[in-house]
């Protein structure tokens, strides 16, 4: 189980970085948004075109791979939104199954379905250089290829929550909760450190 623990830090230290890189992009694209519109109504006053078609696709593109990029990174941090009335009562225990079986049952199934019935189209994509139809537009394989990234991203971390609620279920990792507003409590597994073992686990006593 240690090794899989430091399997599952290494994870998490990846998508940590990954979301930290995405969120310089949040700038940018607030910065190409807003010279979209000022560009737009500048350019009829002085009669000159300022923004094109390049610029309105490259908003949405990077606002695409924010979103992309950003599901793992989230998940890593528990912060899907949780529509239940249930999951905020139960022990952490409990919780901690309902995240293991949710993870095993629907997260990483679906997640390789959308990489299955999405590698076609993305390789099509890519054998024909597929481009934007409108007029200067942007090429559409990059963008298409973040939907494979994405959820592969995705299935890298559900794997290393797996591993953590496994850690806790076996009692080599505890669990922090963080107490929200409402009924919904966030439980998050530990950092996962060589010290993070309890002191009475084997493994713990053999480093």
């Known amino acids: 189980?240690?090794?899989?623990?430091?399997?599952?830090?290494?994870?998490?230290?990846?998508?940590?970085?990954?979301?930290?890189?995405?969120?310089?992009?949040?700038?940018?694209?607030?910065?190409?948004?807003?010279?979209?519109?000022?560009?737009?109504?500048?350019?009829?006053?002085?009669?000159?075109?300022?923004?094109?078609?390049?610029?309105?696709?490259?908003?949405?593109?990077?606002?695409?791979?924010?979103?992309?990029?950003?599901?793992?990174?989230?998940?890593?941090?528990?912060?899907?939104?949780?529509?239940?009335?249930?999951?905020?009562?139960?022990?952490?225990?409990?919780?901690?199954?309902?995240?293991?079986?949710?993870?095993?049952?629907?997260?990483i199934p679906f997640s390789l379905l959308v990489i299955n019935f999405s590698w076609n189209s993305v390789l099509f994509s890519w054998q024909i250089q597929e481009q934007s139809p409108d007029p200067s537009g942007l090429a559409r394989y990059p963008i298409k290829t973040f939907i494979l990234i994405s959820f592969g991203l995705l299935i890298i971390q559900g794997i290393s929550e797996i591993i953590k609620n496994v850690a806790y279920l076996r009692g080599d990792i505890d669990m922090v909760e963080e107490e929200v507003s409402g009924p919904e409590a966030v439980t998050i597994p530990a950092q996962i450190k060589d010290h993070d073992l309890r002191p009475d686990d084997p493994m713990h006593q053999q480093t």
Not at 12 to 25: A, H, K, N, P, S
Not at 28 to 36: D, E
Request: with cysteine; proline share 1%; glycine share 10%.
């Open 1 to 107: 189980m240690q090794v899989l623990l430091r399997i599952s830090r290494g994870i998490d230290t990846f998508i940590e970085w990954v979301g930290i890189l995405t969120y310089w992009l949040v700038p940018v694209v607030i910065m190409v948004g807003v010279w979209n519109v000022v560009g737009r109504y500048v350019g009829r006053a002085v009669g000159q075109n300022l923004t094109s078609n390049r610029l309105i696709e490259l908003q949405w593109y990077i606002f695409s791979i924010i979103f992309l990029l950003g599901t793992a990174y989230v998940l890593k941090h528990n912060g899907h939104v949780r529509v239940d009335v249930l999951y905020g009562q139960w022990s952490l225990r409990r919780r901690a199954i309902v995240n293991l079986l949710g993870t095993c049952l629907f997260l």
